[in-house]
């Protein structure tokens, strides 16, 4: 374990909170006393970094905002102590017009859900249940662009998210780095969704540009995550923790797995049990 945590970066959904639900209140408690304690906390998520995510800690019912925030799976980053912003360029129109018609026949053929993020573009095709709770969660409303790549392509965007029946992920993902594998990267991100986006990125670049901004070693900082777009983002970290619903690869590279799902607060309860007491902060013996 890291002795004594100066940062603290985590994933959004499914590891701090289940997809749309309130944050649990062990994870309210430790945040709490760890801002107090002058711990910079962080998120990181693979959604756009917009101004709505720059305040979720009220949203959730914080007494304070967080310090930094990963969006984008690494392609942007916003930092609150200087009101810095950074991000990625987003994917021109005919880059994603290549990429849709090359994945069009599986989009056809397993009637995979798929919507654009970034740049105001709310495209989406084969728009399903899950894509509406995608929706109402972020805010916007999806248009519907089913067969209509043009259409579809209007706007430039950051990334393509692909959802289907988790059977079909590995194919999904293998069409599409057999012909844009070069430059760019797929990644999971929720069991039957795959994410395509530019290659050079990810959380633990996104926590490492945080990082080297204020001089912080990466045996201060403590992560959480639960899947794939987590994997980097535990490995930059001091002590990477992988909570108890995560994906079973991605609890193969933590240091540590919590012992509640993200349902039960396991964030907020394994820090309780390693870093917190009613008072403040434990420091642990021993470095990683």
Same mark, same amino acid.
């Given at each position: 374990? &890291? ?8 994933? &959004? ?17 430790? $945040? ?9 906390? #962080? ?22 905002? /967080?310090? $930094? ?49 970034? !740049? ?19 805010? $916007? ?5 089913? #067969?209509?790549?043009?259409? /579809?392509?209007?706007? !430039? ?64 900082? &403590? ?34 797995? =919590?012992?509640? =799902?993200?349902?039960? !607060? #396991? ?22």
């Amino acid at each position: 374990m &890291i002795e004594n945590i100066t940062v603290l970066a985590a994933d &959004i959904d499914m590891t701090l909170t289940f997809k749309g639900a309130p944050l649990p209140q062990s994870v309210k408690d430790a $945040f709490i006393i760890l801002h107090d304690n002058g711990v910079k906390l #962080g998120l990181a998520t693979g959604r756009e970094l917009t101004d709505a995510l720059k305040n979720q800690g009220k949203t959730w019912g914080l007494p304070f905002e /967080f310090d $930094f925030v990963i969006g984008m799976n690494g392609g942007m980053l916003y930092d609150r102590e200087d009101d810095y912003s950074w991000s990625i360029p987003l994917m021109d129109e005919q880059e994603m017009k290549d990429i849709l018609t090359w994945m069009m026949p599986l989009i056809d053929k397993y009637k995979i859900a798929v919507n654009a993020e970034g !740049g105001a573009n709310h495209s989406a095709m084969n728009i399903n249940g899950e894509l509406l709770e995608s929706a109402k969660r972020h805010g $916007f409303i999806f248009e519907d662009k089913t #067969g209509d790549v043009d259409g /579809f392509c209007e706007k !430039g965007a950051y990334k393509f998210l692909f959802r289907s029946e988790p059977e079909y992920a590995d194919e999904i993902r293998s069409r599409f780095l057999e012909k844009f594998g070069k430059d760019h990267q797929m990644v999971a991100t929720f069991p039957g969704t795959v994410e395509a986006m530019h290659k050079g990125f990810d959380k633990g670049s996104g926590l490492r540009k945080y990082a080297d901004r204020h001089g912080i070693g990466r045996n201060e900082i &403590i992560a959480f995550g639960d899947n794939e777009n987590d994997n980097a983002l535990l490995t930059v970290a001091g002590w990477g923790v992988a909570l108890k619903n995560a994906d079973e690869k991605t609890k193969e590279i933590a240091d540590d797995i =919590t012992f509640d =799902t993200c349902k039960d !607060g #396991g964030v907020g309860t394994y820090l309780k049990k390693y870093y917190i007491d009613p008072k403040g902060l434990k420091r642990k013996e021993g470095t990683k």
